[in-house]
Nanobody
Framework: QVQLVESGGGLVQAGGSLRLSCAASGRTFNRLAMGWFRQAPGKEREFVAAIGWSGGITPYADSVKGRFTISRDNAKNTLYLQMNSLKPEDTAVYYC???????????????????WGQGTQVTVSS
């Protein structure tokens, strides 16, 4: 079992920045690929970014590439998402997730992830 708790969401103006954190407990964090997903009202859950267990592979959704940075601190069992140049269309509930299976690289598919946090709201005003 893995428990995930997100924090760092809030209200920010367009062009601003936020840093999300996801604290993990339970299974060995440094063996897990991790991902960030988001879901806006009335929309499907979508991939944002993912990171392999060593941090060497970091795919991003095209919509956030160049603005968001995913990282992890395995010593602190924590996943991060630095979000810069935020846009109103980034408004959503953001979830961190852990993949319990070893794959060739971090998955972009939400259904590959076994463990999920409760989500943190990010609202970007125009």
């Amino acid at each position: 079992q893995v428990q995930l708790v997100e924090s760092g969401g809030g209200l920010v103006q367009a062009g601003g920045s936020l840093r999300l954190s996801c604290a993990a407990s339970g299974r060995t964090f440094n063996r897990l690929a991790m991902g960030w997903f988001r879901q806006a009202p009335g929309k499907e859950r979508e991939f944002v970014a993912a990171i392999g267990w060593s941090g060497g592979i970091t795919p991003y959704a095209d919509s956030v590439k160049g603005r968001f940075t995913i990282s992890r601190d395995n010593a602190k069992n924590t996943l991060y998402l630095q979000m810069n140049s935020l846009k109103p269309e980034d408004t959503a509930v953001y979830y961190c997730a852990a993949d319990s299976l070893a794959r060739s690289g971090p998955s972009l598919r939400w259904y590959d992830y076994t463990y999920w946090g409760q989500g943190t709201q990010v609202t970007v005003s125009s």
